[in-house]
């Protein structure tokens, strides 16, 4: 199986001068996810946690929504013309009765077989196979205080940015601030996956009480991440697109950006940071 970090030679320059050393990379390599024994999709990835992205890559396309949706994923042998496994290539078998969409799933994009890549197709996409609309959910109340302090306590999790700094991370906390889990990887989206993946394995979709945090920007797709897995909070310490606003909008997400000392933009779904307690405390 790779190794989550590579050592590489680097010439280092520092005020003039000159010396060789090692560096601590993060490592790279192409994860196929295959289901059913068919090809589906290929992503760029930190090894690990390669079961869990994969399932939660099908909850985010709508494939998997429960525990017994899955009945195993395995590493494929014979990944190679030699016969020797790569552990690139990964099978999801889907368990009795799940009904695999008739859609193509490409890694940045989410697309159906009839809407290619239309902003207004796509936000219609998400809303209607979601299997547990945001807006239907109990109440959850955060806040801004309790949102400025999870960015520090999620840089204070990152263990592998801190030999790289070369990696993104995403957390999940509880409506009262405390840490789940978190997860590393070179790409944004894959380090949702696996959180998301993870809790699909214990059984814990949807995660309807949970705030997630993603140490880059938030992009259309990993708000559809945060609904597909019925997470009523995503927040950002960069900036929304603006088809993730549109999103968060149609769906109920709450879209908290910037994120950044005791400053953020709240973008959709303000009903659930208490803003007036925040103004009578200015």
Not at 130 to 135: C, E, S, T, V
Not at 155 to 168: K, P, S
Not at 244 to 270: H, I, K, P, Q
């Amino acid at each position: 199986m790779g190794r989550v970090t590579e050592r590489r030679k680097v010439i280092r320059i520092r005020d003039g001068a000159v010396s060789s050393r090692p560096d601590t990379l993060v490592a790279e390599e192409p994860l196929e996810i295959r289901l059913n024994g068919k090809p589906l999709a290929i992503t760029m990835r930190t090894p690990g946690d390669d079961f869990a992205l994969a399932a939660g890559f099908l909850v985010s396309e709508g494939v998997l929504a429960e525990q017994g949706d899955l009945q195993n994923i395995v590493y494929c042998a014979g990944a190679t013309v030699d016969g020797s496994n790569t552990y690139n290539v990964v099978d999801v078998k889907t368990g009795p009765g799940v009904r695999v969409p008739d859609i193509t799933l490409e890694r940045n994009v989410y697309t159906t077989s009839s809407c290619g890549l239309c902003g207004k197709a796509s936000l219609d996409a998400v809303r209607t196979t979601a299997r547990w609309p945001i807006a239907d959910t109990p109440p959850v109340r955060v806040s801004p205080e309790l949102l400025a302090s999870l960015p520090d306590r999620l840089r204070a999790a990152q263990r592998v940015f801190d030999r790289t700094g070369g990696l993104h991370a995403a957390a999940l906390f509880t409506e009262d601030g405390d840490l789940v889990d978190v997860r590393e990887d070179v790409g944004r989206h894959n380090a949702v996956d696996k959180l998301v993946g993870r809790a699909l394995q214990n059984g814990d979709l949807p995660l309807s009480r949970s705030v997630l945090l993603v140490s880059g920007r938030a992009s259309f797709e990993l708000a559809q991440k945060a609904v597909m897995a019925g997470i009523p909070v995503l927040a950002a310490v960069s900036a929304p697109s603006s088809l993730a606003v549109d999103l968060a909008a149609e769906t109920g997400l709450t879209l908290v950006g910037f994120l950044r000392g005791t400053s953020m933009n709240v973008y959709a779904g303000e009903d659930r940071v208490a803003l007036r307690a925040a103004a009578a405390q200015g």
